[in-house]
């Protein structure tokens, strides 16, 4: 049952590639792109707590990598 899918996702493209990592002892952050829509997104932890949100540039419009890059 659960094989099917753990085979499916090995295959499978990753949607979401880092591009940026910075690591404390029980912090860190991550900078990850959408390969399917090109937004990049800040991941952010400390200890057991964690959140996502869109990097926006200065006109508060999302960061979008170009498919050229």
Not at 39 to 58: A, C, E, M, Q, R
Request: aromatic share 10%; charged share 30%.
């Amino acid at each position: 049952m659960f094989n099917k899918e753990s085979e499916k996702n090995k295959t499978s493209k990753k949607r979401f590639e880092e591009i940026f990592s910075e690591n404390g002892v029980a912090n860190g952050n991550r900078i990850l792109v959408d390969r399917e829509t090109g937004v990049h997104y800040l991941f952010s932890w400390s200890g057991y707590s964690g959140g996502i949100t869109p990097l926006l540039d200065k006109d508060g419009k999302p960061i979008i990598k170009s498919t050229n890059e």
